[in-house]
């Protein structure tokens, strides 16, 4: 008794639906990657630039306070009348300086990290869309294997929402999956 099997598809219209749906989704993924990439070195130098205005802050403060520290105990010694006043028109100086750089470091401080939170929302995105995309391409090979056009449906929809994202990352769009993120995060 022989048996023959084929290893031929049933329907090979399901399995050009299938190819199409990867070539798509493969693709949109590799140019989605190039801009993440982009997007996570951008966050890199945002937060090296946040972090280093935040040490000059604090530095400047510092300075501040030892001006004013040494303008008190120059006040406080104060032993050649003339040294002592020329020392303090110095701090004086020094501290208006200081007192007027620290608003400013601070702001750009806070600009650096709202940049960076800014470039995470789109990098949220793209790694949504990656992981939407990864899943729907998987699901499309197993329904070519199963033969489920239902499945290719399911994958078309997981796919839509994976393009969604990456638009939504190349458009720069504000939304943002909460939810997902929280969860994955």
Known sequence: MDIEVSAEAKDKRLNRMVAVTVVV???FTGLCNIKDGNI?????VAKADSVDRWAEYQATKTKLHIAEDTRLEIAVLGGDRLAS????????????K????IPNLARDAKALAAQYD???VHDDQFDASDAAIATAI???AVAALAESFWLLVAAWGIGGFGLFMGLCGFAGWAFHPDVLSNFLG
Do not use: G, H, K, P
Request: hydrophobic share 60%; glycine share 0%; proline share 0%.
């Open 118 to 120: 800014a470039l995470n």
């Open 98 to 101: 200081y007192s007027a750089e």
């Open 40 to 44: 996570v070195q951008a966050m890199q």
């Open 25 to 27: 989704l493969s693709v």
């Open 138 to 140: 998987s699901m499309a």
């Open 85 to 96: 006043l020329a020392a303090d028109r110095t701090l004086v100086a020094e501290i208006a």
